[in-house]
C-alpha cells in the first residue's frame, strides 16, 4: 500500500427486520464516545449468565457448510441451533467448544450438511459450563447456504480496509454506515480483501478536519498504541464489533476473510527487524504470530481453527492452518482466497532476475495451479490482497506489492504472476477474474498480451475497491510489464480523505444464473453506482 500516515430480497429484509433488531439490541456494547475499554462492555453484565455482548457472524459458507462465530463475556458452552424458519418451530441442535481465556472467550461452531441453497436461521446460546441450566439470551442470524444448482446465480460485495489512518468509529455520523447500505443490498455473502484492522494505526478521541469540523472516535485502550501483545492485537479485532452496523451486517451476511499489513504493521514481511520507536517489541515475525492468533479468534475461517499462535515465525504449518483456501458457491462461483503477506520475501526494488518465492511463496503458488486446474466452476476469483499492475511503493527505493515501476519484462515478484498467468492460459482455464482493495481507491484495470512486455498469457480483468472505513488515497500509475489499462478509477486528489469528505467504495459481482454472465459494479457510499462491466463466460481470456 503507499505510504501512509502511521498515527435482495425485500420480502427477506422484512422477515428479518424484527429478529436482528432484536438481536442487535442485546448485543450492543455500552461505550462511549472516548476513553472506552473494548473489553469491559460486555463485563458489565452483572446478571451472572453469560452473555454473548458482540454479535455473531458466519464464515466460509458454501453449499452444505459454515461457521457460526461468538464471544462470550466469560467462560461459556456454545450451542448452535438452526432452523429452515424464523420460529425455530423444527430445529437442530449443534454443540459447540467451551469459550474460554484461551481464546479470549471466542469460539466457532462447524455447520454441516446444511440444504444447499436455502435460508438458514440461528441462534447461539451461551450456558454456564457449570450449570447448563443458567444460559444467557439467544442471540440471532441468518445466512443463505450457496445452490447447488446453477439457476440460482449469485451475488455478493467485496472491499477492505477498515478503521485506518485515524478515522474511527464516528457516533457523530451514526458508525460505519456504510455496512448498512451493504446489509440492505442482501448479498449472499462479502468478500473482506484484508486490513480488517489497523494494528498499527492510533485512534485519537477527535481529529480537526481541513475545513474545520471535528471528527469525533470511539476509543478503546487497545486502539491508543501500536498493537505489540496479544491482548493489544485482540483488543484491535474487538474495536470494529462496538459499531452496531457492522454488528448488524455480520448476523446477516457470512464473509470470506483475509488478511494483509495493517493487521500486524504497515508494509510487514516475514524475517523484518523494525527500526521503529513505537515498537518496544522489534522482531515482525513475533508480532506477527500474536496478530494471526487474534485474527484466527475473531473471524470464522474455515482453514484457521482458533487455538494456539502457529509457528514461531508466524506462519501457519499443517497443524496451525493457513489463511489461503478455496471456498466453493455452488457450480458457478469458486472463491480462491489468497495470502501475499505470510509468505513473501522482504521488500526490496524488485529487479531480481530469478525469484522462487515472490509474493505468494513456492508452495501456495503451486496450490493456486492445482486448484485453479481442478475447478468446474463456471468463474473462479481470484481474491488478492494487492493489486498485480498497480505500483505500491514501500519507501523511496523499494516496493510492496507484485509491480515495481518497470515496464519491461517481469522482474522480481512479477515472475511469480508471470508464472501463474501462464499456467491459466496453457491449462485453459476460463473464468478468472481479479478481486481486490488495498489501495483505497476504486478502479477498474483491463489486462491484454497485446500491450504487455510479458505477452504469454491470456487476457483478464482485476477489480480494486475499498476503503471501507478507512482514509482515502490518490491513483498510483501501472506498471506496463503485463499491459494494464485503466478503464475506470475514482479517487480522492490528495492523501488521507476522511470518511466525512470522500465516501467509502465496495463493489459488487452479480452472477445470472441462467446466462453464466457476470457483471461487475463498483459503488460507492450512498447508493451510486460508479462503473459497470458485464463479462461472459467459458473464455480463457477477456
Avoid at 124 to 144: C, I
Wanted: charged letters at 25%; a neutral charge; aromatic letters at 8%.
Amino acid at each position: 500500500m503507499p505510504h501512509r500516515p502511521q498515527s435482495q430480497s425485500p420480502d427477506r429484509r422484512s422477515l428479518l427486520r424484527g429478529s436482528l433488531a432484536a438481536s442487535a439490541a442485546l448485543a450492543l456494547p455500552a461505550v462511549g464516545a472516548t476513553a472506552v475499554g473494548a473489553a469491559a462492555a460486555p463485563a458489565q453484565a452483572l446478571s451472572g449468565r453469560p452473555r454473548a455482548a458482540w454479535g455473531v457472524q458466519t464464515g466460509d459458507v458454501t453449499s452444505s457448510s459454515g461457521l457460526v462465530w461468538v464471544r462470550s463475556d466469560r467462560p461459556a458452552r456454545m450451542i448452535v441451533e438452526t432452523s429452515a424458519t424464523e420460529s425455530f418451530r423444527h430445529s437442530r441442535r449443534w454443540h459447540g467448544p467451551l469459550l474460554g481465556p484461551g481464546t479470549d472467550f471466542t469460539g466457532t461452531t462447524p455447520l454441516r450438511g446444511l440444504p444447499p441453497g436455502e435460508q438458514v436461521y440461528y441462534r447461539v446460546t451461551l450456558a454456564d459450563p457449570d450449570d447448563p441450566r443458567r444460559t444467557g439470551e439467544p442471540v440471532r442470524g441468518t445466512f443463505r447456504t450457496a445452490s447447488a444448482k446453477r439457476r440460482g446465480g449469485v451475488r455478493f460485495l467485496w472491499s477492505g480496509d477498515i478503521a485506518g489512518q485515524g478515522w474511527g468509529i464516528n457516533p457523530d455520523i451514526g458508525g460505519y454506515r456504510v455496512y448498512d447500505e451493504m446489509r440492505r443490498l442482501d448479498p449472499d455473502f462479502f468478500l473482506c480483501s484484508g486490513d480488517t484492522v489497523y494494528a498499527d494505526g492510533v485512534i485519537q478521541p477527535s481529529v480537526t478536519l481541513p475545513d474545520g469540523r471535528v471528527w469525533r472516535n470511539i476509543t478503546t485502550p487497545e486502539k491508543s498504541k501500536v498493537a505489540e501483545t496479544l491482548d493489544e492485537y485482540r483488543g484491535n479485532f474487538r474495536y470494529n464489533l462496538l459499531d452496531e452496523n457492522a454488528r448488524r451486517f455480520n448476523a446477516q451476511v457470512p464473509s470470506i476473510v483475509q488478511w494483509d499489513d495493517h493487521e500486524v504493521r504497515n508494509n510487514w514481511y516475514p524475517g523484518q527487524i523494525l527500526d521503529d520507536a513505537r515498537y518496544t517489541e522489534k522482531n515482525i515475525d513475533v508480532l506477527a504470530a500474536r496478530s494471526m492468533r487474534a485474527f484466527s479468534e475473531y473471524f470464522p475461517i474455515s482453514t484457521l481453527p482458533a487455538r494456539g499462535a502457529g509457528g514461531k515465525d508466524g506462519r501457519r504449518g499443517k497443524d496451525g492452518g493457513r489463511v489461503y483456501r478455496v471456498v466453493g458457491q455452488g457450480p458457478l462461483l469458486d472463491v480462491f482466497v489468497l495470502d501475499m503477506r505470510t509468505y513473501r520475501n522482504a521488500n526490496s526494488p524488485g529487479r531480481q532476475p530469478d525469484d522462487a518465492t515472490g509474493i505468494l511463496g513456492a508452495e501456495q503458488l503451486a496450490w493456486l495451479k492445482k486448484e485453479l486446474s481442478r475447478s468446474r466452476a463456471v468463474w473462479k476469483v481470484i481474491a488478492s490482497d494487492m493489486p498485480l499492475g498497480i505500483v505500491v511503493p514501500d519507501g523511496p527505493a523499494d516496493f510492496e506489492a507484485v509491480a515495481q515501476g518497470d515496464p519491461g519484462a517481469p522482474l522480481g515478484r512479477e515472475l511469480q504472476i508471470a508464472e501463474l498467468l501462464r499456467h491459466i492460459k496453457h491449462a485453459r482455464i476460463t473464468g478468472t477474474v481479479w478481486l481486490t482493495a488495498d489501495v483505497h481507491y476504486t478502479s477498474a484495470q483491463h489486462y491484454d498480451p497485446s500491450r504487455a512486455a510479458f505477452k504469454d498469457f491470456a487476457p483478464f480483468w482485476e477489480f480494486v475497491s475499498g476503503p471501507l472505513a478507512a482514509g482515502g488515497f490518490p491513483s498510483s500509475r501501472l506498471d506496463a510489464t503485463f499491459g494494464p489499462d485503466q478503464v475506470f478509477v475514482k479517487a480522492p486528489a490528495r492523501a488521507n480523505v476522511s470518511p466525512m469528505e470522500s465516501p467509502q467504495y465496495f463493489g459488487e459481482v452479480d452472477i445470472d444464473g441462467g446466462s453464466g454472465e457476470l457483471t461487475v459494479r463498483l459503488r460507492a457510499e450512498g447508493g451510486t453506482v460508479l462503473f459497470s462491466k458485464v463479462l461472459q463466460p467459458g473464455l480463457v481470456g477477456q
